[in-house]
């Protein structure tokens, strides 16, 4: 039996058997038509900004949220896949990584934001990143929160440019089995199953997707070890699983996941001189990432209008990196040349929130954030560096040596209700990461207007702060030295949201702003550098229309500009933040014609943009402008049985999107079909 479908018949089984468990008739808050439409998707709450529950336009960020019905409608997967149809957020890819850029500001790796499940922290400490391509399970999720712009003052070191939260569902009862094949070997599994137990509410989730990914051509221009065409590939990811477990009860939330993320890499020159054939290679280039956390949240009541919050959680991970290879074993014999690592992190975290109620306008929060990390198994893999080299793993340290880290964080927040219709938002924290990086303090001030129904103003000062990374200043790779001499990245920013509600389910939103970051930390050719400083400003307008429970449409459209005299050289050119499109647009459309029917188009466009190509000595480039559009398909057969057909790229463009490397080729026309039992 392959492993592919092993992993499929024990998902089942597992599926079957835990249906049982809990079972009640289909009912309650998530029972009805699967695709009907509600302004409760426009006006969401939100929670992110502030740790406290707020309706969106009234949260002083500019954040957009994303229901968990519109995220498994279209059929997204990843963060990725939803963050590209979320205005603020700029496509990018790395040759080894999914990556994206905020408001301009381009990251080589997915760490100048931070990722979390039910708020927590899903980033390492190693590199500081967590992977947007990772498999989260959807058919859990509640919502998905984007937050533009620096949350440090809440969240501490990571938060520099944005946050990401992933919020769980708490009263879904029922249970769902789906299953997705499409192009090119693509298979998902999922199943989800809410019940009640006594008092708690309880989900399970469990999913499982592999896939040979989409090898795209490429001429032999780009081939400078060869000269001969080949293909790249984009979405390779085999044997990936992920399992979540939330319990809730009035006080209290435990959130328990697991999960294993493999993909495929390099995928472009650049990373590699020549093209090569993965399945030929005798090491398989890859990343591999298994991690597990355990969260615990306990709410205790204090009286007079208090409570403590306190939350520590454990968070595991092992990454094996076998990612850069640096030539095919059929140029240098007989294993090829690559390099790569490997090391394990045990992270332990303890958050402890204190509210207060002063009076009926002012309400006071205060926290304490600890983290105290342990890095261990530090290894460098290489093969082919002197001629003949066979795979050799490192010695232990050979990375970076056993060590430990611990930080620690200290805020507080104010929100005071100045008049009904003016609210003011305050909050400082204070950072310490001992020898790794000076202290820090950030800082937020923002000011909410709300004279009526229909309007709402805020204005918003924020700053971020970032510590370099364990492996920045510690790493023993080559390819990636350490630099002892790095800088931390910090961020200011200003923010003017105007939301409009002329009614009848129709908002209008302008967001202007401007951030100026410093002494970004990206990779170059052999080591981690202070790669500039840049300062951008923007503006984004959206249009959302709830026309009724069968038509929902809207628009966005973003703008960047760099100030090139306070933006270094080397990240900007022609006038342009090189990598990033300076005008990008997106568009929707949900229309139900017939109960038990839902069509969607879901497109996006992307100006075009300059950046530098390694495959080239570095020479400056154009990214054309390129127009994507998926088609989604929904359709109920029968009570409990549901039909979905997906068509991303439906004109079958061949474009690029820019990056760390070289523009990077992104899949053509691509089809899946997902059949799903709810029972």
Do not use: C
């Not at 294993?335 to 009076?359: C, D, P, W």
């Amino acid at each position: 039996m392959t492993t592919r479908a092993g992993s499929i018949i024990f998902l089942a089984s597992f599926a079957l058997a835990v249906s049982a468990v809990g079972q009640q008739p289909q009912g309650g808050p998530e029972s009805g038509d699967l695709f009907a439409l509600s302004l409760d998707e426009l006006m969401n709450v939100a929670i992110t900004a502030t740790l406290s529950k707020q309706p969106v336009q009234k949260t002083p960020a500019s954040i957009t949220v994303v229901s968990g019905e519109t995220i498994r409608s279209r059929g997204y997967t990843t963060i990725k896949q939803v963050m590209r149809d979320v205005r603020g957020f700029n496509d990018l890819a790395d040759s080894n990584e999914d990556t994206a850029g905020v408001r301009g500001v381009f990251t080589s790796t997915n760490n100048k934001y931070l990722v979390m499940i039910n708020s927590h922290r899903m980033n390492d400490l190693t590199l500081g990143r967590y992977d947007l391509d990772a498999l989260i399970g959807m058919g859990a999720v509640e919502r998905i929160e984007f937050l533009r712009g620096a949350a440090s003052s809440i969240y501490g070191a990571g938060a520099l440019v944005g946050a990401i939260n992933v919020i769980t569902r708490k009263d879904y009862e029922g249970a769902e089995l789906s299953y997705r094949i499409g192009e090119n070997n693509y298979h998902k599994l999922e199943f989800s199953r809410g019940f009640r137990l006594d008092d708690a509410h309880v989900l399970i989730n469990l999913v499982y997707l592999d896939a040979d990914g989409e090898d795209i051509w490429q001429p032999a221009r780009l081939d400078h070890s060869k000269n001969q065409e080949g293909y790249v590939n984009v979405g390779r990811h085999p044997n990936n699983w992920a399992f979540n477990v939330v319990a809730t009860s009035e006080k209290s939330v435990l959130t328990a996941r697991a999960e294993h993320r493999q993909r495929g890499t390099p995928r472009l020159p650049g990373g590699t001189p020549g093209f090569f054939d993965y399945e030929a290679e005798p090491i398989k280039a890859r990343w591999e990432d298994t991690r597990f956390f355990l969260d615990y949240k306990r709410t205790i009541d204090l009286g007079s209008n208090s409570s403590l919050v306190i939350i520590p959680s454990f968070h595991y991970s092992d990454m094996d990196n076998t990612s850069f290879l640096l030539e095919s074993a059929e140029v240098v014999e007989p294993h090829g040349k690559m390099v790569g690592e490997t090391a394990t992190e045990n992270r332990f975290q303890l958050k402890m929130i204190y509210r207060k109620e002063l009076s009926d306008a002012l309400n006071l929060t205060a926290g304490t954030d600890h983290l105290y990390t342990k890095f261990s198994d530090g290894k460098t893999y290489a093969a082919g560096l002197t001629p003949g080299q066979p795979w050799t793993v490192g010695p232990e340290g050979s990375f970076f040596p056993d060590d430990e880290w611990l930080m620690g964080g200290y805020y507080v927040q104010a929100i005071w209700q100045a008049s009904s219709t003016l609210e003011a938002t305050v909050n400082v924290r204070y950072d310490t990461f001992q020898s790794q990086a000076d202290s820090r303090v950030t800082s937020k001030a923002a000011v909410v207007y709300s004279p009526g129904q229909k309007f709402v103003s805020k204005l918003i000062y924020a700053e971020s702060y970032m510590s370099p990374m364990w492996q920045h200043k510690h790493s023993g790779n080559p390819s990636f030295s350490a630099n002892p001499n790095l800088d931390s990245e910090t961020f200011q920013g200003f923010n003017w949201i105007t939301h409009y509600n002329p009614g009848e389910g129709k908002v209008f939103t302008l967001d202007l702003f401007r951030n100026e970051v410093k002494d970004l930390i990206n990779s170059t050719a052999t080591s981690y550098a202070n790669s500039g400083n840049i300062t951008v400003w923007g503006l984004e307008v959206a249009y959302d229309a709830l026309v009724s429970e069968r038509l929902k449409y809207g628009a966005s459209l973003s703008y960047v500009d760099p100030e090139m005299g306070e933006s270094s050289s080397g990240l900007v050119a022609s006038g342009k933040i090189k990598s990033i499109s300076p005008l990008t647009a997106r568009y929707y459309l949900s229309y139900r014609p017939t109960d038990g029917h839902q069509v969607q188009l879901i497109g996006r466009w992307g100006d075009r943009a300059v950046m530098n190509d390694n495959a080239f000595d570095n020479s400056l480039v154009s990214v054309d402008a390129h127009h994507a559009l998926d088609l989604r398909y929904n359709y109920q057969a029968a009570s409990k049985l549901y039909f979905s057909v997906f068509v991303d790229n439906v004109f079958d463009e061949a474009y690029e999107i820019g990056g760390s490397k070289r523009p990077m080729p992104q899949p053509g026309r691509l089809w899946g079909l997902r059949m799903s039992w709810r029972f």
